[in-house]
């Protein structure tokens, strides 16, 4: 067609091979490997020693030790802070503790804590401030009454009350608890022996009391009774001494009797801690001797001692001719 211009030819031009360009071949499909050969370790060979100073192999997962003054951390590493220096420091003495507890006003187990190396004083009584102003209190009260121990000083201030008012009670308590182990320090055998033959012969007895005495016989002994014939239960704290109706008779005209308590008998109290005799240990190193007990009724017998009970005593002249003495009723005694 006239007017219509025509593309011009498009000539391709393709880059000649380089002669020197190495042609890469696939690579082989991977095969078996052959082990390589081990030379055989002569038997007994030597192992060569260790060189002196040097760091044994640690096992895995142990953890090096820092125990020690010197010691590393780890190999390498630096000293442990907190490992002691020097020699250790000799144990405190019971006055050092004292001393310093009384200066810096705390219990004596901080004192020696400080002194061993372990919590200072000032670090508890800021962690502690309640117990430390109890304890200001304590000691205190310790320079007011210098004969005032500590566990007593801080008893009053925890208990609000007057220090003698305190020691009065504590003494109670403290005789209380000495009378229940002084009675379970001796042995009632004899005594029962001695009750249970009037209970199986069922004899005739002359039961003394504060004002009056009873002939009866005893039927059965109670843990605080006893349980009569013809009287029937009289508690055993009412009993001042008994003994065989022929004994009684014989003996009652011969007998002293202090004038004051023979007018007013005195009461037992209660509570064993307050009365003058609770304790029967004193009287076992008087076996077989003669002593003199002035009872509650002002009836004063003087005579050997036959046998020592947790709760009574038995004197007498005789064998067959024995006193049955609660404790409680006894007032005063000694040795002859």
């Not at 003994?243 to 005195?266: D, G, I, N």
Request: glycine share 6%; proline share 14%; net charge positive.
């Amino acid at each position: 067609m006239k007017g219509r211009k025509e593309a011009p030819p498009v000539e391709v031009v393709r880059r000649p091979v380089e002669a020197n360009r190495p042609v890469v071949s696939p690579a082989p499909a991977p095969g078996p490997v052959a082990p390589k050969p081990v030379a055989p370790r002569p038997v007994g060979a030597a192992v060569p020693p260790r060189p002196v100073g040097a760091i044994a192999p640690r096992p895995m997962g142990a953890r090096p030790s820092s125990n020690g003054p010197g010691q590393l951390a780890r190999a390498g590493g630096p000293p442990n802070r907190f490992a002691p220096r020097g020699p250790p420091r000799p144990p405190p003495t019971p006055e050092q503790v004292e001393t310093l507890a009384r200066k810096e006003h705390v219990p004596a187990r901080i004192a020696k804590g400080e002194l061993e190396g372990k919590m200072k004083v000032r670090i508890w009584r800021k962690l502690h401030k309640e117990e430390a102003a109890r304890f200001d209190l304590a000691y205190a009260l310790m320079e007011k009454h210098p004969s005032l121990p500590l566990a007593e000083a801080f008893g009053c201030v925890q208990s609000g009350m007057e220090v003698e008012e305190f020691l009065q009670r504590r003494a109670r308590v403290k005789k209380k608890e000495e009378v229940k182990v002084a009675r379970t320090a001796v042995s009632g055998e004899a005594i029962d022996a001695f009750i249970g033959a009037f209970i199986a012969d069922k004899e005739p007895l002359a039961l003394v009391l504060a004002e009056r005495t009873l002939l009866d016989a005893i039927v059965e002994a109670q843990p605080v009774s006893f349980k009569l014939e013809k009287s029937g239960r009289i508690e055993k704290l009412q009993v001042v001494t008994l003994t065989r109706k022929p004994v009684w008779e014989k003996w009652l005209s011969q007998l002293e009797r202090e004038p004051k308590l023979a007018q007013k008998p005195l009461q037992v109290a209660r509570q064993p801690a307050r009365r003058p005799v609770s304790d029967p240990r004193p009287f076992l190193e008087h076996l077989t001797r003669p002593v003199k007990l002035t009872l509650r009724n002002g009836l004063t017998l003087s005579f050997p001692l036959r046998a020592v009970g947790p709760f009574d005593l038995l004197c007498g002249p005789a064998d067959d001719e024995v006193f049955f003495v609660p404790l409680h009723a006894v007032v005063e005694w000694a040795p002859v």
